[in-house]
């Protein structure tokens, strides 16, 4: 399995932002196993995150904006791209204005900066989404056509045409994200002129120049209008006599625009979330055409999960039997509800709970009908974690275990005699002075029948044989 990337170190750059026009200072810093992408507006009271959600898309005019608790980013994609395209799974965005600065409006800038500081393996494996199913978008209105189907990397292939005799009809393609960097990292993103005075006067913009777009000609507009989009920018007024690009500028490549587009949707897939393993194939695409096909991919990964069987193996020797189990708690029949645990790390605990009609809430609970109280499976699950917190301690039999807090319980489906109820409970925070703070999740046959997050605290008590101790 690949391992999950960060930076080394943090690394800072300062520009404007294409359409604010405003000078800003981002700095890009490493981050913890499976944090994601996230930007912190380091300008606003109390410094919010934003997360690189799809979700949390609000406008795409010419570039992604994410907006959160009425707290904006603008232009996250060349960023973003940046970071996929070095394969960096983890990394904290932070900002002290509103833009991601726009340099020359490529990603190879913030790749240099990348370069510079190292990227840096965890120890946490990849979680990649793995098209197994065709995806397909369509956008009647734009002409934007998007497909996912199964490849065992990320592959890229792209179409645009712009109905402009002098772009004609362009491909871009990238095999692997190993050909990001030399291949579409350094195309940059592109304007027709006839675009700009439209642009401008939304207030789009502000901080573009000849030196952070292509601008293309395609039509030579009347000297009149020119000073008028110049007057609109601020710009100085110059002088187009013919079709073609603005000052002579030098493509990178022939066909660099299809390239730029390309590496727009590198940047707003990155809002899925997870790195993917899919062949997408897109035809005159756009940052909004971009943002709806990352929502289908998004749904279709909670599809899988909701779907999803997870595999315990129930053959394996037990790490604490029944006997083991009865001298870590101090539980009894009818209430002790944990007939095994079969692993343990230093994060998590597996536990197996056998339901049988034998047990004695079935007489009164859904008489002909018997169902395991829920209140009961996440007694269970809780005793599951209390084995974890007592297995910490040298001396765990003058140990109680206290629940502090119960939340998000959601029962999934039903548990009844004949099921194996196994819980899974993994540690959400690192155990401090005593308190446990754990995810539980339990499954029977693979499926998910309950979950909940537990907060219990273990204390120090010398326990009598014949006193009955609350722990859950």
Do not use: W
Not at 10 to 26: A, E, R
Not at 237 to 261: M, S, V, Y
């Amino acid at each position: 399995m690949s391992k999950q990337k960060t930076l080394k170190n943090s690394f800072s750059i300062i520009g404007v932002g294409l359409h604010t026009g405003n000078k800003v200072k981002m700095t890009v810093h490493p981050a913890e196993a499976n944090f994601g992408f996230k930007f912190k507006r380091a300008d606003v009271e109390g410094q919010p995150i934003i997360e690189a959600d799809c979700d949390l898309v609000v406008d795409t005019s010419r570039g992604t904006t994410l907006e959160k608790n009425g707290v904006r980013v603008y232009t996250t994609e060349h960023i973003l791209a940046a970071l996929v395209g070095m394969e960096i799974d983890n990394a904290l965005i932070e900002l002290d204005g509103q833009e991601i600065p726009i340099m020359d409006g490529s990603a190879y800038p913030f790749i240099q900066l990348i370069q510079e500081v190292g990227v840096v393996d965890q120890e946490a494996d990849k979680d990649y989404f793995v098209v197994t199913n065709n995806l397909t978008y369509e956008d009647l209105e734009r002409q934007t056509e998007m497909l996912a189907v199964p490849q065992d990397t990320f592959r890229l292939t792209v179409m645009v045409d712009y109905n402009s005799p002098l772009l004609g009809t362009q491909h871009a393609h990238m095999y692997h994200i190993g050909e990001f960097v030399p291949e579409i990292s350094k195309c940059r993103t592109f304007v027709f002129l006839r675009e700009i005075e439209f642009l401008a006067k939304n207030g789009l913009i502000k901080g573009g120049d000849i030196d952070n777009a292509i601008i293309l000609v395609d039509k030579v507009l009347p000297q009149e209008k020119l000073d008028e989009i110049a007057d609109l920018l601020g710009k100085p007024h110059i002088k187009i006599e013919a079709a073609g690009i603005l000052n002579n500028l030098t493509l990178h490549f022939q066909n660099e625009p299809a390239r730029h587009k390309l590496l727009d949707i590198v940047g707003d897939l990155a809002l899925v979330g997870k790195p993917i393993k899919g062949h997408i194939l897109a035809a005159r695409p756009g940052h909004k055409g971009n943002v709806d096909f990352a929502k289908i991919i998004k749904q279709e990964i909670k599809n899988q999960q909701k779907n999803q069987l997870v595999h315990f193996d129930l053959t394996k020797e037990p790490i604490y039997t029944i006997t083991d189990i009865e001298r870590l708690l101090p539980h009894r029949y009818p209430f002790l509800l944990v007939d095994k645990v079969i692993e343990v790390t230093e994060n998590s605990i597996v536990g197996i709970k056998n339901i049988t009609f034998n047990e004695p809430q079935f007489t009164g609970h859904f008489p002909g009908n018997p169902v395991m109280p829920g209140v009961l499976q996440i007694e269970a699950m809780a005793q599951v974690g209390g084995i974890f917190a007592l297995s910490t301690v040298p001396d765990p039999e003058n140990y109680l275990t206290y629940f502090m807090k119960i939340d998000r319980v959601k029962f999934k489906r039903k548990v009844v005699p004949g099921d194996t109820l196994v819980f899974k409970l993994e540690l959400l925070t690192p155990i401090r002075r005593g308190i446990i703070h754990m995810d539980g999740k339990g499954y029977v046959n693979g499926q998910l029948a309950v979950e909940a997050e537990l907060m219990a605290q273990i204390i120090k008590e010398k326990k009598e044989e014949t006193k009955e101790a609350i722990v859950q």
